[in-house]
Structure formats: C-alpha cells, structure tokens
C-alpha cells in the first residue's frame, strides 16, 4: 500500500470517475486504474462498485477511503514541518470565494500577495457557500472566504472584518430623499434579490424581518451577479441591498442612490473558514494579513453595538 495509491482513491471518490480522477492526479486511466486494482488485490476487497454510474465506493471501500483521507493528511504534516522551517513561504493555496466577496476583495489582496509571496501560487475557485464548504471537507480547497458563523463544527472560522449592506435606490425611489434608512423603510414589492441559493439573498430577507411571498413582483429575474441587480435598480425601479465593498469604485452618480442603515447597521461576519485540521497554516495565516489590509479600516475596527449581525 503506497500513498499515492491512497491519493487515486480518494480522487476517484471524490469525482466519481476514474478518468476525472485521473486528469486531477495527472496520470493516464489505465495507469489509475491498475493502481487501484494493486490495492484492492492487496487488501482482498473492491473499494468501488463500477457497474453503477456514477462510480461508487463499496460499503467497506467508504470505511476504507476515510482512512484514507487521514492518512493522506497525516503524511502532509510532515511536508508542513519542513515548510515551517524555511524562511520562505511558498507551495500552493487552494482557496474557495463566495461570489458577492470575490470580484470586490481579492483583485487586491491578489495583487499584494503575490508581490510579496512570488514562491505562492494561488488557485482560486468562485463558489457557492455550501460547494466551498464540501470542498473543503473533501481536502480540494484549503481554505474559504465566506460569511459567517456556518454552524459546521468540523470547520474552523477566523473572522477577519465585518461588512455593512448599503441600501442602492432607484432615483424615482420615495426614498431617495432620506439620509439613511431602517430596515422598515423597505419593501420586498421593491426589492430586487439574488437567486435562491445565495447566503446573501437570506441575509437580505433577514435584515427586512421578512420571507419572501406571493405578494412580491410580477415577474422574478433570477441571477447570480450583484452587478446585474444594480443595473436592474438603474434601468427600472426598486431598490436592492449591496455589500458596503462593492460601492468603492462607484461614480459619484451612483454614490447619490446609495444610502446606509441607521445604527445598529445590518452587518455580515467575513470569515477565513478551514478544516478542522487544517494544513498550511504559514499561507493561510499570511493570506488572513492580506485581506486586513486589503479592507478598510472602519471595516476592521467596528464595535458589537454598532452593528447588527445578519445570519443566513
């Protein structure tokens, strides 16, 4: 029994496929397959049933590729170990970004990290809370950036700044001419949200202490782009909840139809989420810095009574 054995079997696992697994562990099928078959040979039991697509493990092969999830993890700590004994930081960071974070924070943390960590490669996934948080128990990612609390106790969370939803009207809006609002102030006939799915759509929901009804619109645009819900309030009428990040590179025409929440604002934790026995804890650590210094400091700095905290 070798390690990379136990790599193939996870990567079949994990993507149900012997040639997806394959491509991911950089071999050809036959070469994964024969691997595989060594193992099972020595063990004297089938880990996968291949008559079902897609591939599953058998009952006792499930037992088996948890063990070897572990052991697989165990063996990187000793990689670990010697990282932690070089001066530079360098390998590889997986890291797993929610989509109403990514196009606002990591342009500059990317650009800063990689200026001081040229050794670091970065490979960065947009994904869905609940894709981010699999992937993460699977061993594919290292590390996520998502709002928080998940209530996941096999994850770890590190919040790292706490971001305010900014209300952007529509200039036909009746609000228009208030300074700042309440959460009473607005109504879901109004509103424009994300798709379902969308921790930040709930959030919204929330913060309006409401659930959405029949009595919304007449018709429902479902998407996945902040950006395409400003456009929507610019075009038509409404109004729509932003993250208080993506209104730093706002004209001053659209700076006018933003509006902030009277205090306590509604607030969402931004969190470094990992596995439990998390690995790399040099580049994550390093990555966590970047994105303190990426944000602003009104962000880092704001007290529990200022703020409401939305959950999902």
Known sequence: MTLVQLEYIVAID???????AAEKCFVTQPTLSMQVQKLEEELGVKLFDRSKQPITPT??????????????????????????????????LRIGVIPTIAPYLMPKVISAFM??????????????????????KNGLLD??????PLQDKSLQETPIFYESFVAYLSKSSQLINKKNLSAKDISLDDLWLLNEGHCMRNQILNICNRKKSDNMKTFEYNT????????????????????ELSVSDFTIKQLDCVRYFKSPEPTR?????????????????????????AIPKRMRNKKKKEILEIYS
Not at 14 to 20: E, K, N, V
Not at 224 to 243: F, Q, Y
């Open 115 to 136: 200026e001081k960590y040229p050794d670091v490669q970065l490979v960065i996934w947009e994904y869905m809370t609940d894709q981010i948080i699999q992937e993460l």
């Open 59 to 92: 009952e006792i092969g499930t037992d088996i590729i948890e063990q070897a999830r572990i052991s697989l993890k165990e063996s990187y700590k000793i990689k670990e170990l010697i990282n932690n004994q070089k001066s530079v930081i360098s390998g590889e």
């Open 269 to 293: 934790e931004i969190s470094v989420v990992t596995h439990r026995n998390f690995l790399k804890r040099k580049l994550i650590t390093a990555l966590e810095k970047e994105i303190s210094n």
């Open 14 to 20: 994990t993507y149900r496929s012997f040639g997806l």
């Open 224 to 243: 996945d782009s902040v950006e395409t819900l400003k456009r929507m309030v610019e075009m038509n009428k409404g109004i729509t909840l932003l993250p």
């Open 143 to 148: 590390c996520g950036i998502l709002s928080t």
